[in-house]
């Protein structure tokens, strides 16, 4: 028996179809094991030696594999064709060497579509374990351990509130909080276009004014309304001829197939998806056959498939459509190793795959590729300059028309700002020497707008152009910062929240170097040179230890009040912007109301987080938090009446609370109220009005007649059924599981719990308690959610999320309840004695 090895149960069962009967296909699901989050997994000062540890709900899945592979004759490693897939590769072989149940014969293939051709001929071609791919992995995987680990320590103690900082995150949370800082001290400037409407042989169009008084206009040059008002006079004064046609053809080639990163870009504008959800539906699609391997920096495509894709068009279309040679792309991938072919769909006759996202998305990546080896558009641009008689004042006017679609017949690819171009209409016929007729002229007065806030897909392409991080890790860096609540999404634009910042600027003051955007690009092309083995992966550890260590010693010994010190300084503009009126930003408003002298604010550093305080205290008890939990965006400003409810005709309010915004419809006791989701981007009315409506009724059970409940509860979406529950993935899923996939969910959700009455799952683990040597995790309890290790149960308090909560204060929550001893039972008091009957 031949025992073969993938990530997904999804993978393996499509696989298992292809081979023969002397195949047993099993998954990995996945990961099997990772350095445990404690301190010591990495260890520099024994040659950076890693402990390695198997997830605890893997090891059931790892004993299946186990138990088969000592009956095996050959064990064929079969994970995906990238870094990550070598490194689950390597985690089971090690796993089962030790185990002792390595089978003698131990082979690695790849394939980059899960189809039958790709799968049975990479059978026909096993290899050895990449150890170059392997060595980068572990140089990345203890990079971003000691980074954390050796940081995250720092931040607790001397940036309280703070929950952790990443190697990469860190980098891409600063790229957010410049550009706020960039609109923040944006000066807007007025300036004013001069737009004459025109009308020729009845069709109208526009020419704007480009020369005035014999000056050539940019676009500043009329900076007030006076200038603009004199110029439009002297348009409409003056006769206007047409003195140069000039046409010119223009053609525009086809944008190469999807990259991660490019796919990522454009489901991001074109369909509104998350980089995580993009990833998730293309895994999907990549397990059920339908594209190739969607974790890929390179754009060429296998000469068969170009030729498959080509017989596709010219199916569909007519021969001008097919250009005569094929197209070939060049990768611009720094790492070779990592740059496989674009992600195309592996069958060109297939239009559709999937359902719902994952039809949208195939259908994205069908026409991307398709449009890739299409014909180029020809299109004209057509200029028209009108002059007065005195030759001072020149209009001009633009067009642009299609004369053949080519590739623009299938899919045009989109763009994050819209630039004149993409406002260029058609222009009517006209010959030199006309003079249209003059219609009306307009000065227009305009501001210069600041840099637009990155959405998903600016920031992923401004990482790229960086040359930070890895597209396959961009999803995952992002999301991060979302659950960190570093970041928060409006009308998907990132905000960095205050704590974003002050972490940001914690990191550039004191960790400078490491948050550089050349030094995290270079220490990705160190970690290429590792791939391509031409650096010894120890080497490059070894490198990053010796500067950074002492760096971090050096900050752990400063005094609080001294980081405090410097991030007032440097936070001073945000912190304190200019008042009205020049007065001093920093002056206390209560000393000021109550008459007292010398009452000045400035940052300060508290138990649980930073916040802004007055010199006088404890005089004065003014304070104001600042990017503690609450803090952030809870200014009430987008605060109002969002409308009235389309069936009560009531106000629905939008209000900011204790534990963020919320809505509310109604007033006293019979008020309705729900939290605002922080996964919902595109948060208005409508969502409001949903919200109010909860619980939803999907429909009756099939089985039980009983109604199944959808609603939001305190650890998320959910559903309900007969005192059951199954979670749900996001707040859409509220209103959008139907009963097929709310009855599926259920089962799945019992099959977990294994029916009946079960232990609660931990909300997240989080290591050995370094005392008592248990599991640490945290909870949900009857009466809150709690920290354990396994022996001693300590409650988390009301301020501080589960989610949210680190290592280092479940340590202190659990030792401080250690502290007071066992909890005292109460005595319960005993039935009074019955009274013996009386003898008679």
């Given at each position: 028996m031949q025992l073969v090895i993938v990530e997904s149960p999804a993978k393996a069962k499509t696989i298992e179809k292809y081979l023969g009967k002397d195949f047993k296909v099993l998954a990995s699901y996945g990961h099997v094991r990772d350095l445990p989050p404690k301190d010591g997994s990495v260890r520099p000062d024994e040659d950076f030696a890693m402990d390695w540890e198997l997830y605890r709900d893997k090891q059931s899945r790892f004993k299946e594999?186990?138990?088969?592979?000592?009956?095996?004759?050959?064990?064929?490693?079969?994970?995906?064709?990238?870094?990550?897939?070598?490194?689950?590769?390597?985690?089971?072989?090690?796993?089962?060497?030790?185990?002792?149940?390595?089978?003698?014969?131990?082979?690695?293939?790849?394939?980059?579509?899960?189809?039958?051709?790709?799968?049975?001929?990479?059978?026909?071609?096993?290899?050895?374990?990449?150890?170059?791919?392997?060595?980068?992995?572990?140089?990345?995987?203890?990079?971003?351990?000691?980074?954390?680990?050796?940081?995250?320590?720092?931040?607790?103690?001397?940036?309280?509130?703070?929950?952790?900082?990443?190697?990469?995150?860190?980098v891409a949370l600063r790229l957010i909080c410049e550009r706020e800082h960039e609109i923040e001290i944006f000066k807007p400037e007025e300036y004013w276009s001069v737009i004459a409407r025109l009308e020729q042989d009845g069709t109208e169009f526009e020419a704007r004014l480009v020369r005035f008084n014999g000056e050539k206009l940019d676009k500043m040059s009329l900076g007030n309304e006076g200038s603009a008002l004199a110029a439009k006079a002297a348009v409409e004064g003056a006769r206007f001829t047409i003195e140069d046609i000039e046409t010119k053809p223009l053609k525009r080639n086809p944008a190469p197939p999807f990259t991660t990163s490019t796919l990522q870009q454009e489901a991001a504008r074109k369909l509104g998806f998350s980089a995580s959800h993009t990833m998730r539906l293309a895994q999907s699609l990549y397990e059920a056959g339908a594209i190739t391997y969607m974790r890929t920096d390179g754009v060429q495509m296998d000469p068969g498939a170009i030729h498959s894709l080509r017989d596709a068009i010219a199916e569909r279309y007519d021969n001008a459509f097919l250009p005569e040679k094929p197209r070939f792309y060049s990768t611009k991938a720094k790492n070779a190793q990592e740059a496989h072919e674009a992600i195309r769909p592996t069958n060109f006759s297939r239009d559709h795959a999937g359902s719902g996202d994952e039809a949208k998305l195939y259908t994205l990546i069908f026409k991307r590729a398709m449009a890739s080896q299409m014909s180029a558009a020809q299109l004209e641009r057509t200029t028209v300059t009108l002059r007065d008689p005195t030759g001072q004042h020149e209009l001009r006017a633009t067009g642009q028309v299609v004369k053949f679609p080519g590739f623009l017949a299938v899919y045009e690819e989109g763009r994050d700002s819209k630039s004149d171009e993409d406002e260029e209409g058609l222009l009517p016929v006209m010959h030199k020497g006309d003079c249209p007729l003059k219609k009306a002229v307009d000065a227009n007065?305009?501001?210069?707008?600041?840099?637009?806030?990155?959405?998903?897909?600016?920031?992923?392409?401004?990482?790229?152009?960086?040359?930070?991080?890895?597209?396959?890790?961009?999803?995952?860096?992002?999301?991060?910062?979302?659950?960190?609540?570093?970041?928060?999404?409006?009308?998907?634009?990132?905000?960095?929240?205050?704590?974003?910042?002050?972490?940001?600027?914690?990191?550039?003051?004191?960790?400078?170097t490491y948050v550089a955007y050349d030094f995290t690009a270079g220490m990705e092309d160190e970690l290429d040179t590792v791939s391509d083995g031409r650096e010894a992966y120890k080497d490059l550890l070894s490198k990053f230890w010796r500067d950074f260590k002492p760096k971090a010693d050096e900050v752990m010994e400063k005094m609080p009040s001294e980081v405090t010190e410097v991030l007032d300084e440097y936070l001073s503009d945000f912190l304190f912007p200019p008042v009205e009126g020049g007065g001093d930003p920093r002056a206390c408003p209560l000393c000021r109301d109550e008459g007292r002298e010398g009452g000045r604010l400035a940052l300060r550093g508290g138990r649980y987080g930073a916040f802004v305080a007055c010199a006088n205290y404890?005089?004065?008890?003014?304070?104001?938090?600042?990017?503690?939990?609450?803090?952030?965006?809870?200014?009430?400003?987008?605060?109002?009446?969002?409308?009235?409810?389309?069936?009560?005709?009531?106000?629905?309010?939008?209000?900011?609370?204790?534990?963020?915004?919320?809505?509310?419809?109604?007033?006293?006791?019979?008020?309705?109220?729900?939290?605002?989701?922080?996964?919902?981007?595109?948060?208005?009315?409508?969502?409001?009005?949903?919200?109010?409506?909860?619980?939803?009724?999907?429909?009756?059970?099939?089985?039980?007649?009983?109604?199944?409940?959808?609603?939001?509860?305190?650890?998320?979406?959910?559903?309900?059924?007969?005192?059951?529950?199954?979670?749900?993935?996001?707040?859409?899923?509220?209103?959008?599981?139907?009963?097929?996939?709310?009855?599926?969910?259920?089962?799945?959700?019992?099959?977990?719990?294994?029916?009946?009455?079960?232990?609660?799952?931990?909300?997240?683990?989080?290591?050995?308690?370094?005392?008592?040597?248990?599991?640490?995790?945290?909870?949900?309890?009857?009466?809150?959610?709690?920290?354990?290790?396994?022996?001693v149960n300590a409650t988390i308090p009301k301020d501080i999320k589960p989610e949210d909560i680190e290592a280092a204060k479940a340590i202190e929550l659990i030792d401080a309840r250690a502290a007071k001893g066992p909890a005292k039972k109460k005595r319960r008091k005993s039935p009074a004695k019955k009274k013996a009957a009386a003898n008679k």
């Open positions: 594999i186990a138990d088969a592979a000592k009956n095996a004759d050959r064990l064929v490693l079969a994970t995906d064709p990238d870094r990550e897939g070598e490194a689950i590769s390597w985690h089971v072989q090690e796993l089962l060497k030790k185990r002792k149940a390595l089978p003698t014969k131990v082979d690695r293939v790849t394939f980059n579509a899960i189809t039958k051709n790709a799968v049975t001929e990479a059978m026909k071609s096993p290899r050895d374990l990449d150890t170059d791919l392997i060595d980068a992995y572990l140089a990345r995987r203890a990079l971003d351990y000691l980074f954390g680990f050796t940081l995250s320590p720092v931040l607790w103690r001397k940036l309280p509130g703070a929950k952790s900082a990443g190697r990469v995150q860190s007065q305009h501001f210069t707008q600041p840099p637009p806030r990155y959405s998903e897909a600016s920031l992923v392409k401004r990482l790229e152009e960086l040359g930070i991080g890895r597209p396959s890790t961009y999803a995952s860096t992002i999301q991060t910062l979302r659950d960190r609540d570093y970041v928060r999404m409006e009308k998907n634009r990132f905000h960095a929240e205050e704590s974003g910042r002050l972490l940001t600027a914690f990191l550039e003051r004191f960790f400078p404890p005089e004065c008890k003014y304070t104001r938090r600042f990017a503690q939990p609450g803090a952030d965006g809870g200014n009430g400003d987008d605060d109002g009446v969002m409308g009235t409810h389309p069936e009560t005709g009531e106000e629905i309010h939008r209000k900011t609370g204790r534990f963020g915004p919320y809505i509310q419809m109604g007033e006293g006791k019979e008020a309705k109220r729900a939290s605002i989701p922080k996964d919902l981007d595109d948060f208005d009315l409508e969502w409001a009005v949903k919200l109010l409506g909860l619980p939803r009724i999907v429909g009756e059970h099939p089985e039980t007649g009983n109604e199944i409940e959808a609603n939001i509860g305190r650890y998320g979406p959910y559903l309900r059924h007969d005192g059951k529950y199954a979670k749900l993935s996001s707040t859409r899923d509220v209103f959008d599981t139907g009963m097929n996939a709310a009855v599926a969910l259920l089962a799945e959700a019992a099959n977990r719990k294994g029916g009946g009455r079960t232990k609660a799952e931990p909300i997240k683990t989080l290591g050995a308690h370094p005392t008592s040597g248990g599991e640490i995790k945290v909870m949900p309890g009857r009466y809150g959610p709690y920290v354990t290790d396994g022996n």
